[in-house]
Antibody, heavy 121, light 108 residues
Framework: EVQLVESGGGLVQPGRSLRLSCEAS????????LHWVRQAPGKGLEWVSG????????VYAESVKGRITISRDNAKKSLFLQMNSLRPGDTAFYYC??????????????WGQGTLVTVSS | DIQMTQSPSSLSASVGDRVTITCRAS??????LAWYQQKPGRVPKLLIY???TLESGVPSRFSGSGSGTDFTLTISSLQPEDVATYYC??????????FGGGTKVEIK
């Protein structure tokens, strides 16, 4: 069974940084692209960033480009999201999501339970 | 960006009704369209990809159709467990992964 477990969320002041992690199990981690998708409380879904199986291809949504860095450690079966210069508009649940292919394809097959990031003074 | 517009934003129907949700893309996206179901308090679940291919384990009362810019999600006979918000999503380009605004489905 695919399991994706996010951690690292919390309350942070505007302008500060936060690093999210996602630990994966139940599938061949280094065979699949991974993504972060966020959802503000009570709102819709927004794709944030994606990374290919070997980290050769990385993409970001325009709304976060320049402030966020996605990375992965295949040996540790982990995905990361470094978030800098956080804004109140970044407040959301952040989901770690498994793609159906190794390159960034964009079909979101499996989702973690999410970690809540709250940006507020 | 490719904009995805869903309609209606919400609907209320009776058990057993046929329910149709539409999704329109601002540009041609071929068949690169997925549908997700998010039940209250739960994480999203993949229902359909490739506009019409049912994900494994999804009940056959769900179906998808369309291509190009216009797509449809149909629930042939609405069940109480189908109460959820449904999202369409374009994946025509890895640089432009966008979701529709969602359609909330309730039981009348």
């Amino acid at each position: 069974e695919v399991q994706l477990v996010e951690s690292g969320g919390g309350l942070v002041q505007p302008g500060r940084s936060l690093r999210l992690s996602c630990e994966a199990s139940g599938f061949a981690f280094d065979d699949y692209a991974l993504h972060w998708v966020r959802q503000a409380p009570g709102k819709g879904l927004e794709w944030v960033s994606g990374i290919s199986w070997n980290s050769d291809n990385i993409v970001y949504a325009e709304s976060v480009k320049g402030r966020i860095t996605i990375s992965r450690d295949n040996a540790k079966k982990s995905l990361f999201l470094q978030m800098n210069s956080l804004r109140p508009g970044d407040t959301a649940f952040y989901y770690c999501v498994k793609d159906t292919r190794g390159h960034i394809y964009g079909v979101f097959e499996s989702w973690g339970q999410g970690t809540l990031v709250t940006v507020s003074s | 960006d490719i904009q995805m517009t869903q309609s209606p934003s919400s609907l209320s129907a009776s058990v057993g009704d046929r329910v149709t949700i539409t999704c329109r893309a601002s540009q041609v996206i071929s068949y690169s369209l997925a549908w997700y179901q998010q039940k209250p308090g739960r994480v999203p679940k993949l229902l359909i990809y490739g506009a019409s291919t049912l994900e494994s384990g999804v009940p056959s009362r769900f179906s998808g159709s369309g291509s190009g810019t216009d797509f449809t999600l149909t629930i042939s006979s609405l069940q109480p467990e189908d109460v959820a918000t449904y999202y369409c999503q374009n994946y025509n380009s890895a640089l432009l992964l966008t979701f529709g605004g969602g359609t909330k489905v309730e039981i009348k």
